[in-house]
């Protein structure tokens, strides 16, 4: 079974400043997903990254598939950035596939 | 591009009602998934559907709970009797071959 954490839970920043966020997971995979939800609560997701690095505009994403780690940063944070952040694992079980989700992070950008 | 729709994306309903929350996956995908989030918690896996059957689902997905391909497009979860505990937003999910997973944008269910 995986166990996916994330760190930390709570982040409060200044537009403009350097965002990371982490996530540890328990079993290895193949790839994982950073996924962002936003106060509504609809979730979008951002990137599938099975290893090195993504680049998406201000967000990067990497993944240490030894370590079982990877690192959401964002870069020149904005207010819009403000959400929650979420990294979730895939586990297989006879087959299928689901994904398993860290507890998210909720991150506020202040103007 | 392609997306994950779900209907409705608010749905009261008083305890004790069926509740049938529908989902239009991404057309040629194969893989379908409810997962759902209670207030202030992690999102959480419901069960998952492959070759119109369910192929794992979590000890949350008891007989209250059933998911149904009626048509080949639509994938819905219905909940027979619903209870305070149940309010929830719920989320679809869909995959190809591949390993990622697209979302809906949920349904928030409230149950008074």
């Known amino acids: 079974k995986n166990e996916v954490e994330q760190s930390p839970q709570n982040l409060t920043a200044q537009e403009g400043e350097f965002i990371t966020i982490n996530c540890s997971y328990s079993?290895?995979?193949?790839?994982l997903h950073w996924l962002q939800q936003h106060p509504g609560g609809g979730i979008v997701s951002l990137f599938m990254?099975?290893?090195g690095k993504k680049k998406h505009g201000r967000l990067i994403a990497t993944i240490n598939i030894q370590e079982k780690h990877s690192s959401l940063h964002i870069t020149a944070s904005h207010p819009r950035d403000s959400a929650v952040y979420i990294c979730?694992?895939?586990?297989?079980?006879?087959?299928?596939?689901?994904?398993?989700f860290g507890q998210g992070t909720r991150l506020t950008i202040n103007p | 591009e392609p997306e994950v729709t779900q209907t409705p994306s608010h749905q009261v309903t008083q305890m004790g009602q069926e509740v049938i929350l529908r989902c239009v996956p991404i057309s040629n995908h194969l893989y379908f998934y409810w997962y759902r989030q209670i207030l202030g918690q992690k999102v959480e896996f419901l069960v998952s559907f492959y070759n119109n059957e369910i192929s794992e689902k979590s000890e949350i997905f008891d007989d209250q709970f059933s998911v149904e391909r009626p048509d080949g497009s639509n994938f819905t979860l219905k909940i027979r009797s619903t209870k305070l505990e149940d309010s929830a937003m719920y989320f679809c999910?869909?995959?190809?071959?591949?390993?990622?997973?697209?979302f809906g944008q949920g349904t928030r269910l409230t149950v008074v």
């Open positions: 999910a869909s995959r190809g071959q591949g390993v990622e997973a697209f």
């Open positions: 079993v290895g995979i193949s790839a």
């Open positions: 979730a694992a895939p586990e297989m079980y006879q087959g299928a596939q689901k994904l398993v």
């Open positions: 990254l099975s290893s």
